[in-house]
């Protein structure tokens, strides 16, 4: 045991080989003394920075403080798709917070890229994995006065049940609130409970289950494994038979992490980000999302303030959120994400009792640093003692659009079709007092290229022609040459608009992915169905082939219309007299 901690196999690890449970293996080694050592991280220029990292092959040189007010914050781990530098701010943000009242901050984190991991943002630094053995590790040195998981994301907050386990009292939101929120039959009784409605679902531990459910709830559904971050390995499925595919190799199904299958509802989505004291909520602003839902909100355009919802959806929206801070017993910051029907009926997709990646951009938006104020509400101050005395302030005259960045080019074997699983990579801020501006700023600053001039090529899923006809007209309209695939390009023939059919490969020719790679082309227009569950492998093909060469792809008719919206105030256009 002495020589397999020295090689750095986990206890974890040696549980699994060894059969028996972790704790005993960390038993074991209390009873034979085996213990991590901390060394210090050289920093340059810097003598004694408080910047550790643990060893099982040298001495011990670190110094724990017995200073009463100690908060330990646990980070986000390295950065990936759906968890990136926005949880980072938030650390950072409340371990400045934390400082200034006194508190002495240990952040946990183990990513060299990140601010957090800067050795003077905190009073001391840990470079440990975000695992239950390393953060107890940390905690049994420093015996901090509380642990913060809800700021560094989903990573963070999933360790939240093992240290429950070992008698850690989490700050903040506690474990309690978080199986509210996050284990589906207590989310659902709550808002049976509090009489919000949400899309019919299921939680399945089977194949036959999912199967079963899905019948019952109707095609299509929208699949995904529980407690998992950026929608990975989230979809849309409407038919049987991808759904056994994707129960059989996308997801793992255990009495622990089951699958979720809810009912695909299409509509407008919206997100708030929003604090909770335990008496009072605060709703600094609403982001009304561009893309319908079926797009991850990561991978959406966020628009604030929201541009098409009524006052009615407004107030349901601040009352749901309310009510469900409450509810769950949230102590801190939580976000929700809302659909709205054509009936402008409001349902719950979910609620993430913990920071969420949309906190940096809508406090620079609104001017409300949400990292601090929900900091302070972790530590008992009142949203009433911080001066805040109303659910929602006045909205800004300023549009403010959050844009998402992709790196499909570099990311070689990944679909640029958007989905339920995020994909984007960053994302870019543009405000203004015109929505077109901020839209424009936004999208260039992605690294989107602008152009209103030149050739689209367009693929339209069977059920999109409709919708897609007058937005290809208005292409055509500014002066845009339209080539299209042979389904779409003989619809849009018979709609009065001029179009060059290309052949696709599934019909022997190369002549649609020879045209995207010969550079006069701006756009392609490349849609997959969602309702039919029919999708052919042209459109990955083509879809691949507009990332190496560099084209913007587009697979929402929303993201189509907001793009029109802008190159049409950009396009000087001449009329007769």
Known sequence: LIQAKKDGFSDKYLSKILKVSEKAIRDRRGELGIKEAWLRVPVSGVENACYYYSTYNAKDTSTATTNPKKIMILGGGP???????????????AAMQLKEMGYETIIVNCNPETVSTDYDTSDKLYFEPLCTEDVMNIIELEHPDGVIATLGGQTAVNLADSLRERGVKLTGTDCEAIDRAEDRDLFEKLLLELGIPQPKGRAVFSIN????????????????PSFVLGGRAMQIIAKDKDLESYLNSAAVISEDRPVLIDKYIRGKELEVDAVCDGKDVFIPGIMELVERTGVHSGDSISIYPPVSISEKVKETIIDYTKRLGLGIGIIGLYNIQFIVDKEENVYIIEVNPRSSRTVPFLSKATGFSLADIGTLAILGKSLKEQGIDCIYPKEK???????PAFSFSKLLGMDAYLSPEMKSTGEAMGHDALLHRALFKAMAATGMRMQNYGTIVVTLADEDKEEGLPL??????????????????????????????LGKPSEGSNEILDSIGEGHVSYVICTRAVLSGVHFIDGAAIRRCAAQNNVTTLTSLDTVRVLLNVLEEQTIRVTSL
């Open 209 to 224: 289950e999912g199967v079963s459910a899905a019948s019952e709830i109707g095609y299509p559904v929208l699949v995904r």
């Open 472 to 501: 290809i007209r208005r292409f055509y309209d500014m002066g845009f040459n339209i080539e299209a695939s042979s389904g779409s390009g003989r619809f849009l023939k018979e709609h009065g608009i001029r179009t060059r059919i």
């Open 397 to 403: 005259k300023r549009f403010y659009v959050k844009a």
């Open 79 to 93: 950065n990936r798709i759906g968890q990136g530098i926005e949880f980072d701010y938030c650390c950072c943000h």
